[in-house]
């Protein structure tokens, strides 16, 4: 819990760069630092859930109450109103006259979630393109382990379940002559790459 003394706590809240504003049990803004402002614009004395949802009721994710208790909480939290995401803390704040507030902070992560939010877009476009190129494709460790198939190659070799392909050999159960694949790659240890290379390989049933 902070306990204010003056206004030097709120004026330590002014310099910092993520955005943060007070409030009363009551909902009602008593406080926002400059970060807040830029954000937000100047709303003291409204109501939050007016201010952040843009809503005449309490924001269906308030946790006010657990803060009053006496509870710091760590969350993350989307406001489509602005399009960004926030990673979230709040925790009560004693003032001198005895009384709550609840203080919250807001750290602006929007730049890693849509980072993120491509990287997993890409990995999905990946994986489409993976499971539907009309050729048999997998993609296995040095150690000669599969760590992925296509439903093609599963097809062409007599595979009914991924599960069951991954786990056989690839030097042993895979290639019809097992120093096919131990030239295969020695070709990617010299060059990184091999381009044209021939191999026979095992269907399930032999």
Same mark, same amino acid.
């Given at each position: 819990?902070? +306990?204010?003394?003056?206004?030097?706590?709120? $004026?330590?809240?002014?310099?910092? +760069?993520?955005?943060?504003?007070?409030?009363?049990?009551?909902?009602?803004?008593?406080?926002?630092?400059?970060?807040?402002?830029?954000?937000?614009?100047?709303?003291? #004395?409204?109501?939050?859930?007016?201010? %952040?949802?843009?809503?005449? !009721?309490?924001?269906?994710?308030?946790?006010? !109450? !657990?803060?009053?208790? #006496?509870?710091? %909480?760590?969350?993350?939290?989307?406001? *489509?109103?602005?399009?960004?995401?926030?990673?979230?803390?709040?925790?009560?704040?004693?003032?001198?006259? /005895?009384?709550?507030?609840?203080? $919250?902070?807001?750290?602006?992560?929007?730049?890693?979630?849509?980072? !993120?939010?491509?990287?997993?877009?890409? +990995?999905?476009?990946?994986?489409?393109?993976?499971?539907?190129? *009309?050729?048999? %494709?997998?993609? $296995?460790?040095?150690? /000669?382990?599969?760590?992925?198939?296509?439903?093609? %190659?599963?097809?062409?070799?007599?595979?009914? $379940?991924?599960?069951?392909?991954? +786990?056989?050999?690839?030097?042993?159960?895979?290639?019809?002559? *097992?120093?096919?694949?131990?030239?295969?790659?020695?070709?990617?240890?010299?060059? #990184?790459?091999?381009?044209?290379?021939?191999?026979?390989?095992?269907?399930?049933? #032999?």
């Amino acid at each position: 819990m902070i +306990e204010i003394e003056g206004r030097s706590i709120l $004026s330590i809240f002014d310099a910092i +760069e993520d955005s943060i504003y007070v409030i009363k049990r009551d909902y009602t803004i008593e406080f926002m630092n400059q970060a807040m402002v830029r954000d937000f614009g100047e709303r003291t #004395g409204e109501k939050c859930y007016r201010v %952040l949802n843009g809503c005449d !009721e309490v924001c269906p994710w308030c946790r006010n !109450e !657990e803060v009053f208790e #006496g509870l710091t %909480l760590h969350r993350e939290l989307y406001l *489509p109103g602005i399009d960004k995401h926030y990673r979230l803390t709040e925790m009560p704040l004693r003032k001198e006259d /005895g009384t709550l507030s609840k203080v $919250s902070m807001y750290r602006d992560i929007t730049l890693r979630k849509k980072t !993120e939010e491509k990287a997993r877009a890409s +990995e999905e476009d990946y994986e489409r393109l993976f499971e539907h190129v *009309p050729s048999g %494709l997998y993609v $296995s460790s040095k150690e /000669g382990r599969f760590l992925n198939a296509n439903h093609y %190659l599963l097809k062409m070799l007599g595979y009914e $379940s991924k599960e069951e392909f991954l +786990e056989i050999d690839i030097t042993k159960d895979l290639y019809v002559r *097992p120093e096919d694949r131990r030239k295969f790659m020695d070709e990617i240890e010299r060059n #990184g790459y091999v381009i044209d290379y021939e191999a026979n390989f095992k269907k399930k049933d #032999g």
